[in-house]
Structures are given as C-alpha cells and as structure tokens.
C-alpha cells in the first residue's frame, strides 16, 4: 500500500497536523504562577469555612459561629465570604456574650434543700469576688420549717467584728446604702441582716453589691463585692412550716 500517489497526500497531513498543534500550543492560557495558586486555595478555604459558618448558624450554635466567622473576617478579609460574615457577625456576637454572660451571673449562685437542726432548710448562697480577698464570705439567703427566713454573711473563725448592732457600709450598683446587721449569740463566725425581706428586695433589683465588713481577726477591713444579677427566685425553694407535733 505504500504508492508513490499516497506520499504526498500523507506529507501534506502531516504538515497540516503540525501546524495545528502549534496553534493549539499558542493559544492555549498560560499556567497559573504561585500567588495565583495560593489565592486559588484561600478563596476555596474561605468558600469552606463560610459553608460551616452557615451550617452553624442555622443550627444555632452562636459560640462555634462567632469562632468561625471572627476566623474568616481574619484570615480572608478582602474574601466575598468575609463580606457575607461581616452582615450577620456583629448581631451573633453581642448575643453569644449577652447569653454568656447571663449563665455566668446565674452559675455564681447554688441553690439547696436539705434536713437541718431538726426540720428542712432551703439556702441560696453566693460566693464573695476573689477580688474581697484570699477568704471569701458567703452571702446566703435561707429558709427554715422552724426559724423561717434569714440573710446572712458566713465567713470563717473568727468572724467579724459587730458589737451588739452595726451597720454595714454599702453599695448597690454604686448607690451607697447602709444596711444593719448583728452577731448572733451564738458564735458563728456570721452576720446577720436586720431586715431581710428589706435586703431581698434590694437584691433582686441589684446587679452588683459591696459591703464593707472588718475581719476579727487582725480588725482588718475588707470590701466583700457580690455579682447578684442571676439570682432566680424560682431556684430558692419554698419550705412552708413544720407541722407542730
């Protein structure tokens, strides 16, 4: 089959697909050098995380979201992803703290029921700011089948200094009050509130109570700070009154 009449014809094909190929060669798009590798790889990462950022939002977990969203706007900032992220971040952001900052209030305080001295006690107790000092003084509320309601401060032996009556310098949400007190006969290293449906009440308006106490030992001064603000009534139980035998 090699005939004399097919070799020119197969010279000229040959030759066409030459020059296709080179054509083919000129027109085909330069490879992408490596900033245009890189900026390839972060917009799919960003494309990546903004995906997340969605699937978080839409499951409502607002902690993981500010996460993700603070990591887009950060690591991708000139991204449509981060353009997308900055119209909803601020809005989740001031909830998520709002929302943290609720359950940390209400975490400070420990809500019991439980049998004392012969009948049945209900305490809400708070915990004095590290701040107050190394000894921290608790803050209780407390309700009793036979002694009824009380406020008291508890700290540790030997107490406080109060003789007979004293006041306590105070104050709530920066409003100086003063609140009176006594030591009970007892002992305990305690002071109790003169009027404690009064103090209740203050309370629960309160965002933030200090009170100035002076330590027995050593009659060292000492601010006691109380962050109140996620008190729940609903959590201090109800004990009503002992049934007289």
């Known amino acids: 089959m090699n005939s004399p009449f097919l070799r020119p014809l197969a010279g000229a094909l040959l030759g066409a697909i ?3 190929a080179g054509c083919s060669q000129q027109g085909a798009a330069p490879a992408p050098n490596a900033a ?3 900026a390839a790889s972060q917009n799919a990462d960003a494309a990546r995380n ?3 950022y969605r699937q978080l939002l839409r499951i409502h977990n607002d902690e ?3 996460v993700m969203g603070k990591d887009i706007v950060n690591r991708f900032p000139d991204s449509d992803a981060a353009k997308e992220v ?4 601020p809005e989740i952001e001031k909830r998520y703290t709002e929302v943290s900052e609720k359950n940390r209030l209400a975490g400070l305080w420990l809500y019991q029921v439980s049998p004392m ?7 809400a107790t708070i915990q004095s700011n590290p701040p107050s000092g190394n000894d921290r003084v608790q803050l209780v509320l407390r309700r009793h089948t036979s002694w009824g309601q009380s406020v008291f401060l508890y ?3 030997p107490g406080f200094v109060c003789r007979g009556n004293c006041t306590i310098a105070s104050t709530v949400d920066g409003k100086p009050v003063k609140i009176k007190a006594f030591a009970p006969s007892t002992g305990e290293p305690a002071l109790m509130i003169r009027d404690d449906k009064a103090f209740i009440a203050l309370l629960q ?7 100035d106490v002076t330590l027995a030992n050593g009659e060292k001064k000492q601010a006691l700070v109380y962050e109140v603000g996620g008190f729940d009534p609903a959590k201090w139980a109800s004990v009503g009154k002992q049934k007289k035998k």
């Open 64 to 66: 993981m979201a500010v």
């Open 155 to 157: 700290g540790s032996k």
């Open 18 to 20: 030459v020059v296709l």
């Open 50 to 52: 903004l995906d997340t």
């Open 205 to 211: 308006k309160a965002k933030k109570i200090s009170m």
């Open 36 to 38: 245009q590798q890189q």
């Open 117 to 123: 001295a012969g009948g049945t006690q209900s305490t």
């Open 86 to 89: 900055q119209k909803t971040l």
